[in-house]
């Protein structure tokens, strides 16, 4: 970490030659060295327009646009919208259609998203009488399905959504079949 400047160094910093020379110097507290102040005063007294380049030259290496802090108000009083560039790395979002945690798993969803926008969905699957294992091997080869499909490894779910088993949007869903009674009558 850089040693702080010396406050007795900064305001010095702030006066004309002549007047720093006169307290610092000889006939001053003598702490003026000839070979080094000049070059510290300017750079102290410039460091925060040095600053404001350094950052300026680095955001246009890096392709952002604009000037300036990104807190600042520009004078009109207008809000000005900022964006940042996106990385698009794969988010893979689970749907679990049941009424609690604690209840039975419905079915099993799932979509893939790549920053903003989805890329790629997995209908639904009815787990009835699937076991726990059973489940746990749907849930890889949903994740396997995305991996194949984006390139890259897609390691887990990042985001899990529990949804109304009565919102399943299976056209041959069990809860929405008509009811048959024991005389082969539907009610």
């Not at 007047?19 to 070059?39: F, I, N, Q, V, Y």
């Not at 209840?103 to 076991?131: C, D, F, K, Q, Y």
Request: aromatic share 6%; charged share 25%.
């Amino acid at each position: 970490m850089p040693r702080k400047v010396p406050k007795k160094c900064l305001h010095c910093a702030l006066l004309d030659c002549e007047r720093a020379h006169e307290l610092h110097g000889p006939t001053g507290d003598g702490c003026w060295d000839s070979k080094t102040c000049p070059d510290r005063r300017y750079y102290y007294r410039n460091q925060a327009q040095r600053k404001a380049y350094k950052k300026s030259r680095y955001r246009s290496q890096l392709g952002v646009e604009g000037e300036g802090d990104l807190a600042t108000v520009p004078a009109s009083g207008k809000t000005v919208s900022l964006s940042l560039p996106t990385i698009a790395f794969p988010n893979a979002v689970l749907h679990w259609y049941r009424k609690t945690k604690a209840s039975r798993i419905h079915a099993i969803g799932a979509e893939l998203w790549m920053g903003n926008e989805r890329v790629a969905v997995i209908e639904p699957v009815h787990t009835a009488g699937l076991t726990p294992i059973g489940v746990k091997t749907l849930l890889g080869q949903m994740l396997e399905l995305f991996s194949s499909h984006t390139g890259n490894r897609v390691a887990g779910f990042t985001e899990e959504r529990e949804i109304e088993p009565s919102h399943c949007p299976l056209a041959n869903c069990p809860l929405r079949a008509p009811i048959v009674s024991d005389l082969g009558e539907e009610g």
